[in-house]
Antibody, heavy 116, light 110 residues
Framework: QVQLVQSGSELKKPGASVKVSCKASGYTFNTYGMNWVRQAPGQGLEWLGWINTDSGNPTYAQGFTGRFVFSLDTSVSTAYLEISSLQTEDTAVYYC?????????WGQGTQVTVSA | QSALTQPPSASGSPGQSVTISCTGTSSDVGGHNYVSWYQQHPGKAPKLLIYEVTKRPSGVPDRFSGSKSGNTASLTVSGLQAEDEADYYCNSYAGNLIWVFGGGTKLTVL
C-alpha cells in the first residue's frame, strides 16, 4: 500500500535551517510528482510547490522561492524540503503529498516550530 | 496566485444535506477539471474526498459528491453524520504547474 512517512518534529531557533524528509513506499517513486503543503497554527492549507520526481525539476509557489528548496534522493525514494533562515512565521505543520493531478496520498505531517 | 474562496463555516443537522462552495477564476477552477476536495479532522492529515470535480476515490462514501459550474466548484455532503464534522478544503490546478487551495470551511454537525 502507498505510504508517505515524514521525519519527526523539529524545534529550531530563528535564522537556523531545517530539512524535512518524506519517504515513499508502495509505488514507483519517479512516476508521481511530490508536493509540499504547509499549515500554520489554526490556519488553512498553503501550497508551497512541487518537485518532478523523474527529472528533479522543482516548481515553487509565489512567495516560496529562495529560502525553500525541494530535493530528492531517488535511491531511497525520499523527497526533502529544506528551509533556511527560519522565521517565527515558518512555524507550521509541513506535509508532503503525492500528486497525479490531485493530492491522493499525504504524509502524516512534520511540526516545525521556530522559537527563540 | 490568490487562494480560492470558501465560506469559513457551514452547518447542518444529522441526516440533512449541506453544500460548500469554492470560487476561483477562469485561470483555475473555471479553466481546468482538476478540482479536488479534502477532509481534515483536527490533528490529522487531509484526506482526499473528491478529485477531477466529481470522482470519488475508493472507500469514500457516496454521500460526498462534487460539481462545478463556471468558476465555482461545490461539495455536497448528504445524510450528514456526526463524523462529517471537520474542515474541508478545495484545491484546483491553476496552469503552469501551479496549484491553489481554498481557505477552508469548518463544517459543524448540529
Amino acid at each position: 500500500q502507498v505510504q508517505l512517512v515524514q521525519s519527526g518534529s523539529e524545534l529550531k531557533k530563528p535564522g537556523a535551517s531545517v530539512k524535512v524528509s518524506c519517504k515513499a513506499s508502495g509505488y514507483t517513486f519517479n512516476t508521481y510528482g511530490m508536493n509540499w503543503v504547509r499549515q500554520a497554527p489554526g490556519q488553512g492549507l498553503e501550497w508551497l510547490g512541487w518537485i518532478n520526481t523523474d527529472s528533479g525539476n522543482p516548481t515553487y509557489a509565489q512567495g516560496f522561492t529562495g529560502r525553500f528548496v525541494f530535493s530528492l534522493d531517488t535511491s531511497v525514494s525520499t523527497a526533502y524540503l529544506e528551509i533556511s533562515s527560519l522565521q517565527t512565521e515558518d512555524t507550521a505543520v509541513y506535509y508532503c503529498a503525492r500528486e497525479p493531478k490531485t493530492f491522493d496520498y499525504w504524509g502524516q505531517g512534520t511540526q516545525v516550530t521556530v522559537s527563540a | 496566485q490568490s487562494a480560492l474562496t470558501q465560506p469559513p463555516s457551514a452547518s447542518g443537522s444529522p441526516g440533512q444535506s449541506v453544500t460548500i462552495s469554492c470560487t476561483g477564476t477562469s485561470s483555475d477552477v473555471g479553466g481546468h477539471n482538476y478540482v479536488s476536495w479534502y477532509q481534515q479532522h483536527p490533528g490529522k492529515a487531509p484526506k482526499l474526498l473528491i478529485y477531477e470535480v466529481t470522482k470519488r476515490p475508493s472507500g469514500v462514501p457516496d454521500r460526498f459528491s462534487g460539481s462545478k459550474s463556471g468558476n465555482t466548484a461545490s461539495l455536497t455532503v448528504s445524510g450528514l453524520q456526526a463524523e462529517d464534522e471537520a474542515d474541508y478544503y478545495c484545491n484546483s490546478y491553476a496552469g503552469n504547474l501551479i496549484w491553489v487551495f481554498g481557505g477552508g470551511t469548518k463544517l459543524t454537525v448540529l
